[in-house]
């Protein structure tokens, strides 16, 4: 008689689906946190990340409280549950981080990204580059006989958006800022 084949967790009604469905699931959030604004702080926070293979999609930083000299990282990462709640345990376990906060889970956020785009077009492809760029209310921030700089603003989606549009018409070259994010509301 022949061994069964039966893969785990190939059926929803099999004795051998065990494993808990929701350990798989890859998410992405949006991280923030306040730390003190000196030398080596953003390298510990970032060396967190690296040295246990956690990946950044996007990266943000500036000083938000000149007296008390305190800036806000703005972090947007990927990975299941588990692994958030560890990255945020570890982020708070960090001397100069004052405050971490999961904006993903804590309600509603505005997250906003700044990108500036350089187009090289002439003729019909000048004309559509500068159509598209006022539906996706873009501005023009620089402009030559054979090249366009806009500078838009939104939601990473909407970027994305732009770039796939402008690819064709002559996209030259991207520079991103990344993801700057506040809770909504007090």
Do not use: W
């Amino acid at each position: 008689m022949s061994a069964l084949k039966i893969k785990k967790g190939s059926s929803s009604k099999s004795a051998y689906n065990l494993r808990d469905p929701n350990l798989d699931v890859i998410e992405s959030h949006t991280l923030t946190c306040l730390v003190d604004n000196e030398a080596g702080v953003l390298a510990r926070v970032i060396g967190l990340f690296a040295g246990r293979g956690y990946n950044i999609e996007s990266l943000t930083v500036a000083e938000v409280d000149h007296e008390g000299h305190l800036s806000r990282i703005t972090i947007v990462t990927t990975g299941t549950p588990a692994v958030i709640e560890q990255i945020k345990a570890q982020l708070g376990r960090i001397v100069p981080v004052h405050e971490v906060h999961d904006l993903t889970v804590e309600g509603q956020s505005v997250e906003r990204e700044l990108a500036l785009f350089k187009v090289e077009g002439t003729g019909d492809k000048r004309v559509e580059a500068l159509r598209l760029a006022d539906i996706f209310r873009a501005n023009v921030v620089d402009s030559t006989l054979d090249s366009f700089v806009f500078e838009i603003t939104g939601t990473t989606e909407k970027i994305d958006a732009f770039a796939d549009l402008m690819r064709p018409l002559g996209l030259i070259e991207v520079a991103r800022t990344g993801v700057a994010a506040l809770s909504r509301g007090i």
